[in-house]
């Protein structure tokens, strides 16, 4: 039996992953109205008649955006405070308007209200959808949550959005299953200009990886171009 990954709202706003499809008879009914109807204008070949293609289109789930928000790049700095320091003050002092604690150390922001845009209602309060994670990173809450099978991994894959940097990862089972009493699934962003993300807009991509997928090796032959003839046989 095939591998089941479960995905979970936890939010009422999330939108959990889902499969893309090729929509393939509505590429094929157009190759066929060109072929029809017109002269000169043609499709002489369908990505969506080419297997690797499709199943390399349809590969795991989409994320999707759950917001429309704006983004631009994030101007941070890591740094750190004493305990008796003043957060605000500091924050002020160093140029930055907001103060972020990642672990025993701070992020500091500037110009980056729009962080703020995706503070949503849990029942302990408001809770941030964009966090710094510094080196111009923001962990992106999502609203839901995914369980794996023990022994698999799940891979975020970047999808081609204009201006939105999506770091490459691998995430084991027991830290993913382990999110959902921690808020649920997030992801790593970089805005790279200013740009506008849309509800229901594909973001990313998730694909199920098995432990031995990650424990696979590799070896590489060599022909050799000028092979010994034997001996009493002429060399081809």
């Known amino acids: 039996m095939a591998p ?8 009422p706003w999330a939108l959990v992953p889902d499969k893309h499809r090729v929509e393939r008879a509505a590429a094929r009914a157009e190759r066929d109205a060109y072929a029809e109807n017109f002269r000169y204008l043609r499709i002489p070949r369908l990505p969506a008649d080419c297997p690797p293609w499709v199943l390399g289109q349809e590969l795991g789930w989409q994320v999707r955006s ?7 790049p994030l101007n941070d700095l890591g740094v750190a405070l004493a305990s008796a320091e003043d957060a605000p003050r500091t924050g002020r002092l160093l140029g930055r308007e907001g103060l972020w604690q990642r672990g025993p150390d701070w992020i500091a922001t500037k110009q980056a209200e729009w962080l703020h845009l995706g503070d949503y209602r849990t029942p302990a309060g408001w809770e941030g959808m964009f966090v710094p994670n510094g080196q111009g990173t923001v962990e992106w809450r999502l609203g839901w949550s995914a369980h794996l099978p023990e022994h698999t991994f799940l891979m975020v894959m970047p999808l081609d959005v204009d201006g939105l940097d999506i770091p490459l990862g691998v995430i084991s089972a027991k830290s993913v299953n382990a999110m959902r009493t921690r808020g649920g699934m997030s992801i790593a962003v970089a805005p790279r200009r200013p740009l506008t993300v849309t509800r229901g807009q594909p973001v990313a991509r998730l694909v199920l990886l098995h432990a031995d ?14 092979p010994e003839s034997r001996p009493g046989q002429e060399a081809e």
């Not at 089941?4 to 939010?11: D, E, G, I, R, S």
């Open 4 to 11: 089941a990954v479960q995905f979970t709202a936890l939010q």
């Open 66 to 72: 759950p917001v429309t928000v704006p983004m631009s």
């Open 213 to 226: 997928t990650l424990r696979a090796t590799a070896t590489t032959a060599a022909d050799d171009p000028h």
